[in-house]
């Protein structure tokens, strides 16, 4: 199937550092997006991409859909405790009727307070 | 306002046994999934669902099966449940193929002894 190389696989940082991790495809994408997990819950999404070369914001939070359309960096500054968790890329490419999601290993991430 | 709720929440089941896991949406979405969270593999795809009535396979369908019989459900079963389909299992649902419209439950956390 394909693949999304996310990295880092984990993340400890103090309170207060920025973060950035990044996804990489073989495969060109339509939409990325980025998910956060919290423990015992399901995914959130955080920032969906839509445009090659877009760059989107929501709070702390900025996404980029690469210009080659086969990769996504989402950075965090500031970093605060409740952004402990697994972040997830995903990708979705139009397919005629099976535009399924397909999602990336996750980067743990740690805050040091 | 529930949103995506799957029960049961934990099961632990002996290997051959079989169970069925609920997922409901409150919400009309047309679209309904199922994923498998294993550690460090992000989440994969088992069986979708297109609208009522339809499933289709997703990227790891085997020893799987699923039900739509009615819009706002979806089922999962495991007819004869392996240790290797020990996993956390996430249904999601969207309005439409549009991943930005994805909608996760909790999860449910099963273990095959």
């Known amino acids: 199937g394909q693949q999304l190389n996310q990295s880092p696989q984990s993340m400890f940082i103090q309170e207060g550092e920025d973060v950035s991790m990044n996804c990489t495809s073989s495969?060109?994408?339509?939409?990325w997006l980025w998910y956060k997990q919290d423990p015992g819950e399901g995914p959130v999404l955080l920032i969906a991409?839509?445009?090659?070369?877009e760059l989107t914001s929501n709070g702390r939070l900025t996404a980029q859909f690469g210009i080659t359309r086969k990769d996504s960096f989402l950075n965090i500054s500031a970093s605060i405790p409740s952004d402990v968790g697994i972040y997830f890329c995903a990708g979705q490419r139009l397919q005629g009727g099976s535009e399924k999601l397909v999602f990336g290993k996750g980067t743990k991430l740690t805050v040091n307070p | 306002n529930a949103g995506v709720t799957q029960t049961p929440k934990f099961r632990v089941l002996k290997t051959g046994q079989s169970m069925t896991l609920l997922c409901a949406q409150d919400m009309n979405h047309e679209y309904m999934y199922w994923y498998r969270q294993d550690p460090g593999m992000g989440l994969r795809l088992i069986h979708y669902s297109v609208g009522e009535g339809t499933t289709a396979k997703g990227e790891v369908p085997d020893g799987y099966n699923v039900s739509r019989l009615k819009k706002q459900n979806f089922l999962l079963g495991l007819e004869s449940a392996a240790p290797s389909q020990t996993s956390v299992y996430f249904c999601a649902s969207s309005p439409t193929w549009d991943a930005y419209g994805y909608t996760f439950g909790s999860g449910t956390r099963l273990t095959v002894v």
């Open positions: 495969s060109i994408f339509n939409t």
């Open positions: 991409l839509y445009k090659a070369g």
